[in-house]
């Protein structure tokens, strides 16, 4: 069911930027539009896309197709996404030469365009919440409401500030739980919520939903953190898609590492049983939201 | 009058975003902002955010202060301004050591905050055209507009796309001048043209106001553009405050490398007058802008 609904969803945000990031072959911007499209379409699981989808539906049910009002905004947290993990990748960062298994942005078009590339897609996906030609189905104040609630989300208070000081403890002697807090919950967490956020804004949530959905995307976004830090010690990297270990060999502050693996599992259970719980309230419409939340928590076994 | 203008606009953005970038010294991504405030506050002619409120002063003459209701987006620009400084700078970009004099950010603070900080910076400026507690004073259809025209102006199908283009030019055998104007034009024209635009947008200007300010903006940029190419021929690294000469070094697409230093003194001025020219319309009110323009000029001789 979720595998499906993550499909689902895919294949309509991938349909969606092809034609909004089309360009004149000819042109002299081509090759970058070609390496945005390349990091967009290498893959991934499209889980912030299907978790806007997901929180919107809860409050303006809409079958799953290309016309559904939010496939813009859930096509641009995935460029906002994709642009983090190009820039992540670069060399002067965490110079990764995979990514899903495939060559990272740099490797294939260099390090000057990947720069650029990522720049374009964080550009073009705040660009889709002003353009007026898109929003038509959705009311100005919901669009930029939600715009802002991501911008916070995605910048030096939330996920830029959470890579900055995940960057700055590496290696460091720190073993801060509270650090280890900070980082997961801005890196990871903050973006996770705000996709949520987004869909339930979009669809005409109260401040309340908003609140609730935004809580279940904190929880859950921790877990996920957790989970992804657990596979990253116990995976192979064929499993992967990437080298298995580096969180190790970066000397990156993790669960695993503060609290040992077991503990770190149970960590991320009982942010799920809470993450869950926020959405009892709305019954069969929110069934596949705790659903997902309890595929990230099994993720881990 | 000019200097005096870019001041007194100068001194309102650089109080609004110490303000709006204050965070808790004792937090982990306070570093980030650190950075962000010192490329922010590194100097420069302000010109984006001036034009912008000259722009703006033609339909709602307002005085030059921090409560002006356009000083948010004027801060926004010149944050963008300063975000691609910081990541032309950059080792896998154009390698520079020296930006207005000082050391460039990623001299100062590394790679890896260098590249953050410009993802921050240009993340907080979309913020702020979203933010409510902003915009109280602006309509909601004025802001997204204004973002729209801003976003699409400063992304891969204007300056992020100039630059691509520009990088691929460089120690090319191509002499093409349809594309030095292509990478001209979206490179500097179109952020310069966005920034009145956005003023004029934010005012209430009409469809036909807009169009007049933009296209003064891309005549006037394109001027800018090629006063700035001259000047790297003619100046001593004194009067740049970063080294002369680094286009001929880079092999870049020029103004005088293709047509000459005079005849690119000629088009500047050509361009001037015919930017001078759609702003008579607006009489006194238009007086700042079209002085501006010959103060564009007046820097190549």
Known sequence: MIESYLKQVGSCVEAWWQRYLAVDSASPQSP?????????????????????IMAYNIFDNRPIDI??????????????????????????????????????????????????????????????????????????????HAGFFLSKAVGPSGMVGGQFADMVAQGSSSDSKTLLKYIHDNKTAAFISASLACGAILAGGTADDVNRIAKFGMDSGLAFQIVD????????????GKPAGSDELLDKLTYPKLYGIENARLEADKLINSAIESLEIYGERAIILREIAKFIGLRSR
Do not use: Q
């Open 32 to 52: 970058l539009y070609e390496s945005m499209l390349y990091s967009l379409n290498a893959g991934g699981k499209r889980l912030r896309p299907a978790l806007l």
């Open 229 to 240: 830090d657990i596979l990253d010690v116990t995976s192979t990297a064929e499993e992967l």
């Open 67 to 144: 016309a559904h009002p939010a496939i813009p905004y859930a096509a641009a947290v995935e460029m906002i996404h994709t642009y983090s993990l190009i820039h992540d990748d670069l060399p002067g960062m965490d110079n990764d030469d995979l990514r899903r298994g495939k060559p990272t942005n740099h490797k294939v078009y260099g390090e000057a365009t990947a720069i650029l590339a990522g720049d374009a897609l964080l550009t073009n996906a705040f660009e889709i919440f002003f353009d007026p030609s898109i929003g038509v189905a959705l009311p100005y104040e919901r669009r930029a």
